[in-house]
């Protein structure tokens, strides 16, 4: 079945700062890459996604990449700010019905 | 609003005494499932369903159960619940069963078994 590795599992950066997030999967059948954000106390919610068929996305500070090839893919937020804290999970999914978490990084953005 | 509902948000139960979490989504989505979330594992599923009438194990089903008779409701049942269950519980909704479309997750059910 797929495997997704997920690094850090924690990340500190300063305020304004650029954060990065790398995750490697196994199935070169899945197609399909979401990034979720969880606040404290609350579900993941989706903040990005990509599909196989496109290798980069952006939706203002958040960007994600996708190299097919290496089965890498990674989440990329410019100008970090305190909000910014929470909880990240990339997945893959498409080769099953059963998509596949990393571990979470737990993003800590200081003021 | 769309939303999907978990309840309880928080239980504290005892060893062997059955429960039910419930989980509604008013989105008409096909697809729902169950997650649980452990520190440093991450979101492992534990049951999917691609319809109505239509369930299957994920990678972790042991000891748990679902049902899924209307569209909008998938409850998970843990009918002699034992301390290695203590977890957070998350239910979660998609259009698709392809498994390649954005999922919406509920807030979670802090579950403790003592």
């Known amino acids: 079945g797929e495997n997704v590795e997920q690094h850090p599992s924690t990340l500190s950066v300063q305020e304004g700062d650029s954060a990065v997030i790398k995750c490697t999967y196994s199935d070169s059948a899945s197609n399909y890459f979401p990034w979720y954000k969880q606040e404290l106390g609350k579900g993941p919610q989706l903040i990005i996604d990509?599909?196989?068929?496109?290798g980069e996305k952006k939706d203002q500070r958040i960007a994600v990449t996708l190299n097919k090839t290496a089965k890498h893919f990674s989440l990329h937020i410019t100008e970090t700010q305190p909000e910014d804290s929470a909880v990240y999970f990339c997945?893959?999914?498409?080769?099953?019905?059963?998509?596949?978490f990393g571990r979470g990084t737990s993003l800590i953005v200081h003021p | 609003e769309a939303q999907v509902t978990q309840n309880p948000r928080y239980l504290i139960t005892v060893t062997g005494k059955k429960l039910t979490v419930t989980c509604s989504q008013n989105?008409?989505?096909?697809?729902m499932s169950w997650y649980r979330q452990d520190p440093g594992l991450g979101l492992r599923q534990i049951y999917y369903?691609?319809?109505?009438?239509?369930?299957d194990k994920g990678d972790v089903p042991e000891g748990y159960k679902v049902s899924r008779k209307e569209k909008r409701n998938f409850p998970l049942i843990l009918e002699s619940p034992s301390p290695n269950q203590t977890s957070l519980y998350f239910c979660?909704?998609?259009?698709?069963?392809?498994?390649?479309?954005?999922?919406?997750f509920g807030d979670g059910t802090r579950l403790s078994i003592l």
């Open positions: 369903s691609m319809n109505v009438e239509a369930t």
């Open positions: 990509i599909r196989s068929n496109v």
């Open positions: 989105m008409n989505h096909e697809y």
């Open positions: 997945a893959a999914s498409g080769g099953s019905y059963i998509p596949t």
């Open positions: 979660a909704s998609s259009l698709s069963p392809h498994g390649n479309q954005p999922q919406h």
